[in-house]
Nanobody, 125 residues
Framework: QVQLAESGGGLVQAGGSLTLACATS????????MAWFRQAPGKGREFVAA????????SYVDSVKGRFTISRDNAKNTVYLQMNGLKPEDTGIYYC??????????????????WGQGTQVTVSS
C-alpha cells in the first residue's frame, strides 16, 4: 500500500489559482498510476486527472481540460495538480490516489487501492 498525503487546499476567489501537492512513498521509476479525484458537497467522488508511472501520459476530465495540469516529480516523490481559472463548481475535497495495475481504466475510482485523507478546495464567487 502506498502512503499518500495531500496539501495545498484552501479558499480562493473565482478565476484564481491553487496548486495541490501529494507526497507519496512511491519509489523513483515505479509503475504506479497517480490520480486526483474530487468530491463536491452532496455528490460522489469524481475523477479529475491522472498521470502514468512510466511515459508520464496524462488524462483529464473534460470540465478541467485547459485549466488543470497534473505532474509528478520523482526526485521529490510528489504529484502536483496545478489549478488555474478556478470556478465555484471546482469546490470540493480533493483526494490523491494510486494504483499499481497500469494506466488502463485510469478514471475508475474502484481500481485505486491507496488514498490520501483529502484537502479542501473552496472557490468563492
Amino acid at each position: 500500500q502506498v502512503q499518500l498525503a495531500e496539501s495545498g487546499g484552501g479558499l480562493v476567489q473565482a478565476g484564481g489559482s491553487l496548486t495541490l501537492a501529494c507526497a507519496t512513498s512511491v519509489r523513483t521509476g515505479s509503475g504506479y498510476t497517480m490520480a486526483w479525484f474530487r468530491q463536491a458537497p452532496g455528490k460522489g467522488r469524481e475523477f479529475v486527472a491522472a498521470i502514468s508511472g512510466s511515459t508520464l501520459t496524462t488524462s483529464y476530465v473534460d470540465s478541467v481540460k485547459g485549466r488543470f495540469t497534473i505532474s509528478r516529480d520523482n526526485a521529490k516523490n510528489t504529484v502536483y495538480l496545478q489549478m488555474n481559472g478556478l470556478k465555484p463548481e471546482d469546490t470540493g475535497i480533493y483526494y490523491c490516489a494510486a494504483k499499481a495495475t497500469g494506466y488502463s481504466d485510469y478514471d475508475r475510482r474502484e481500481l485505486y487501492g491507496s488514498w490520501g485523507q483529502g484537502t479542501q478546495v473552496t472557490v468563492s464567487s
